[in-house]
């Protein structure tokens, strides 16, 4: 079963999407497969499977977004990031996807290494010369990464959105956003973006709080902003990993009521390899999302 992601979304329809993220061992491998055909049993509109930056399990992407696609018979779209890669490797990476039926790419720099030049020699310096890549190529679905509190890298949110309409006219489908965990955020930044002409659909990524360590170290790396009552949350309970699941569950399903009533209709989970998590929001939404 092919489908490609824009058709998805073209729909209509409130859409739920789910996160998981490769082996980086190959022990690990099982485990991934279980939490991914448990994520597929709970029938989202797609799966999508992250990439690493280095390109190091870059085959695990491939292996477990064809197990989706192909044995699960669940959508998946299969993450690309191209800061350490040649044009060669990539284009390698894109045959590898085609062979595998998988035709939707989430198309990303990567964040900037530290231990080897950047760009790399015939390599890539933005997103929008992978994307012109993968759209000269023909019949892949392109999603790509936004930042509604603006890129790190990037010191004028401004430049950021037109960095962003650049890369959308490059050949981008729908954009997924950075996660956030105050709404207004995300209502104030598409308002900018429409003004900037910017119209292709625009899926809310959503971190449920699972662990407030990592989740306070990944918002200082990405400049994303913990609300007071989410920062209560995370310190209250940060010892207390079922009553931080239980209150990160309640946070998440709160945000996501709040988006769909206010006419948001895509709705990505980064459930992060976690089943139980990603079936207790859903249960919670069941009714309003008609799943
Ligand atoms: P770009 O769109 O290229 O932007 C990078 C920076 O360059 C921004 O500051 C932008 O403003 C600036 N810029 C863009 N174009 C120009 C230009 N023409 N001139 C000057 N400046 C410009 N990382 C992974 O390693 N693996 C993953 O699977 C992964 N999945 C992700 C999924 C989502 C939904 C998101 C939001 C991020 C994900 N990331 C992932 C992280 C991402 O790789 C990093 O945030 C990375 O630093 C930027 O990637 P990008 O594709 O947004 O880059």
């Known amino acids: ?25 190959d022990a690990d491998y099982e485990n991934v497969r279980s939490a991914a055909e448990k994520i597929a049993e ?27 696609q192909n044995e699960l018979h669940s959508t998946a779209i299969a993450h690309l990031t191209c800061v350490s890669s040649t044009k060669g490797e990539v284009a390698r990476m894109l045959d590898q996807l085609a062979e595998n039926k998988i035709e939707n790419i989430l198309a990303l720099r990567g964040d900037i290494p530290k231990d080897h030049p950047f760009p790399i020699e015939g390599g890539y310096r933005y997103a929008y ?28 949110k401004e430049d950021d959105i037109n960095f962003l309409k650049q890369k959308v006219d490059s050949g981008v489908d729908f954009l997924t956003t950075q996660m956030f965990f105050d709404n207004n955020v ?11 002409n910017i119209t292709v659909p625009v899926l809310a990524g959503i971190m449920p709080l699972t662990n407030s360590r990592q989740i306070k170290r990944s918002c200082e790396l990405s400049g994303t902003t913990l609300p007071p009552r989410f920062a209560a949350i995370a310190d209250k309970f940060s010892d207390n990993p079922k009553a931080l699941k239980q209150a990160g569950i309640a946070y998440a399903t709160e945000q996501i009521i709040d988006l769909i009533a206010n006419g948001i209709r895509g709705i990505h989970i980064y459930t992060m390899n976690k089943p139980d998590v990603a079936a207790s929001i859903l249960h919670n939404i069941s009714d309003i999302v008609g799943k």
């Open 1 to 25: 079963m092919k489908v490609k992601i824009s058709e998805i979304l073209n729909s209509g329809r409130i859409t739920i999407s789910f996160e998981i993220f490769p082996p980086k061992a």
């Open 42 to 68: 709970l029938r989202p509109d797609f799966i999508s499977v992250t990439y690493g930056a280095s390109g190091g399990t870059s085959k695990n992407t491939v292996g477990i977004a064809s197990y989706i």
């Open 129 to 156: 010369e992978l994307i012109e890549e993968i759209k000269s190529r023909g019949d892949f679905c392109i999603g790509a990464a936004c930042y509604p509190e603006g890129h790190i890298e990037c010191p004028h």
């Open 186 to 196: 995300l209502y104030s930044f598409l308002y900018r973006i429409l003004r900037k």
